[in-house]
């Protein structure tokens, strides 16, 4: 993770503020807080590898990475919408969302289910912002996507490969529980929160309401993936779990897998009119 590209590798002079999509621009608010959130991630991991020095040295180098994506969305987010305060909508959404702190152990049941699940989520975010690079024409943001789609595929081999480092390693059942685990917890209050935080005001009478802020964030958000992207999605996860990502059933659950995607958008876009 060394020589990474900071903020002002960014060539924001490119910006074209007419090729804006509001619906993108709503998502990377959210996505904004989300990923300046890495800090309680970070200090939860170490707990769970505090007899692990080497392993710790990484996920505090990630969380820096992820801080620093938060950090360059904001900033294309202000550009795009010059009423967008990042600082106090981060604090907004830190009032609503933290990670339980009082967590002794790992919550996923082992060192090895912490680095699945983290495997699911670079998954998704390597594939999100692939799927924005692919359907933004804004030019700024293009460029910020390949960054940010690169260093979380990155992120997935840490993972990925700190899991296979280990001696033991759970069953393929377990794996897979703990993967499925965090895919259904895509939609609970992290990203909800994050969308209300960021694409509402305060004192203008929006409650919140967790199931309607996240169909808000997924019916912006799944709309951006076209199939290619929920296949390299499922067949990173597949790998993580411990199955063929290419193999005879993978290319099964392929089109499975893109049909509950698109009812899932299809749901999302009800709930959230």
Wanted: charged residues 30%; aromatic residues 10%.
């Amino acid at each position: 993770m060394d020589d990474h590209w900071t903020l002002e590798d960014i060539n924001w002079s490119r910006f074209d503020a007419s090729k804006v999509d509001p619906d993108l621009l709503a998502a990377i608010k959210a996505a904004s807080v989300v990923e300046s959130n890495a800090g309680d991630y970070v200090a939860y991991l170490a707990s769970v590898f505090s007899d692990r020095p080497d392993i710790k040295a990484s996920i505090i180098r990630w969380g820096r990475e992820e801080e620093q994506h938060g950090a360059v969305l904001a900033k294309w987010a202000e550009l795009a919408d010059p009423d967008f305060n990042f600082a106090e909508s981060f604090e907004r959404f830190r009032d609503i969302y933290r990670i339980p702190d009082d967590e002794r152990g790992s919550t996923r049941g082992s060192p090895a289910g912490e680095m699945i699940a983290r495997c699911v989520v670079e998954s998704g975010t390597s594939s999100f912002y692939t799927a924005i690079r692919e359907s933004t024409e804004e030019p700024v943001m293009q460029e910020i996507a390949q960054r940010l789609a690169a260093d979380e595929f990155r992120h997935y081999k840490l993972f990925y490969d700190t899991l296979q480092s280990f001696e033991h390693t759970p069953s393929l059942f377990e794996r897979a529980k703990v993967a499925i685990t965090r895919v259904s917890e895509a939609d609970d209050d992290e990203l909800a929160s994050a969308f209300y935080a960021t694409n509402t005001k305060p004192g203008d009478g929006v409650k919140y309401d967790r199931k309607k802020f996240a169909a808000a964030y997924e019916a912006r958000a799944l709309s951006l993936y076209k199939r290619q992207h929920t296949n390299r999605l499922v067949s990173m996860i597949a790998k993580a779990v411990g199955i063929a990502p290419h193999g005879r059933f993978m290319r099964m659950m392929e089109p499975i897998v893109w049909k509950i995607w698109q009812r899932r958008a299809r749901r999302a876009h009800l709930l959230a009119a």
